[in-house]
């Protein structure tokens, strides 16, 4: 038994639908960007009527000047003057290894 063509898509052809899927998924991402922009307007309008900014509300912070400067180094190896460290993070493993030592400590390895 024939269906009844639903739409009219039963009377097209492969790439009239084809044509029409792409069409409808540009038009799917417009949407998409056009709500969006129009949620972002309406949130920070609410925000602002707080006295609030929507970064302070999304706990969003703002970056000044992009990345962070290197830090100097505190601490250099003897052995090696290349390896060096800030201070900052996870201890090297030239430096956990010298600590194992007796009589030694992190001011020998000091700037």
Do not use: C, H, Y
Not at 6 to 12: F, R, S, Y
Not at 25 to 40: C, L, S, W
Not at 77 to 84: A, D, F, L, S
Not at 91 to 111: Q, T
Request: charged share 35%.
């Amino acid at each position: 038994m024939a269906r009844a063509p639903q739409n009219g898509l039963d009377e097209l052809g492969l790439k009239e639908l084809i044509d029409l899927q792409e069409r409808v998924k540009v038009a799917i991402v417009e949407r998409q960007q056009t709500e969006r922009a129009e949620i972002k307007s309406k949130m920070a309008a609410l925000a602002a009527e707080a006295g609030m900014s929507l970064d302070e509300i999304l706990g969003l912070r703002k970056t000044r000047g992009g990345s962070k400067a290197p830090v100097a180094p505190k601490f250099r190896n003897p052995e090696n003057p290349e390896e060096t460290w800030s201070g900052r993070g996870r201890k090297p493993n030239w430096l956990v290894e010298k600590l194992k030592k007796r009589g030694v400590s992190m001011e020998d390895f000091a700037i």
